[in-house]
């Protein structure tokens, strides 16, 4: 089994529910509080909630991944529109156990975390003190973010 970190947003429909399904059909132990957050690179579309979910998979990363966009498909997820454009769900692979992987269509951590609060802040409420590989704690990475460093 492994241990991986997921973030959830939605910013179209009923945002809380979609995330709350998405939570258990991947099969989340704990999911975060949800916060609400402005967009981040397309900022003209409605608000998002946020959440993360941890989740224990005896699947291997590549197969969990495409577990993460079936589930988004069933929920009605289409991939139109403008990069980080306005989505009913958004499942996005966080963190993968300890484990560092590259490979096309796959990297973990993901490649942009420590430049989102929205990943952070809902990852650092249910897991404050698990290691990013190779930068440290969860809250460490926000205490980052928050103070420009």
Do not use: C, K
């Amino acid at each position: 089994m492994t241990l991986a970190y997921v973030g959830l947003g939605s910013n179209l429909g009923d945002r809380e529910a979609a995330i709350r399904r998405a939570a258990e059909l991947i099969g989340a132990a704990r999911v975060s509080p949800l916060f609400e957050t402005e967009p981040w690179g397309f900022r003209d579309q409605p608000s998002f909630l946020n959440a993360a979910a941890e989740v224990e998979t005896p699947l291997a990363a590549r197969a969990f991944l495409t577990h993460l966009l079936d589930v988004e498909r069933r929920l009605g997820r289409e991939r139109l529109g403008p990069r980080w454009g306005p989505r009913t769900i958004d499942l996005d692979l966080l963190l993968w156990g300890d484990e560092r992987i590259s490979e096309p269509g796959l990297e973990v951590p993901h490649p942009l975390m420590l430049e989102r609060r929205f990943v952070l802040e809902p990852l650092a409420a249910l897991a404050p003190d698990h290691e990013i590989p190779g930068n440290g704690t969860v809250s460490e990475a926000l205490a980052g973010l928050q103070s420009g460093a």
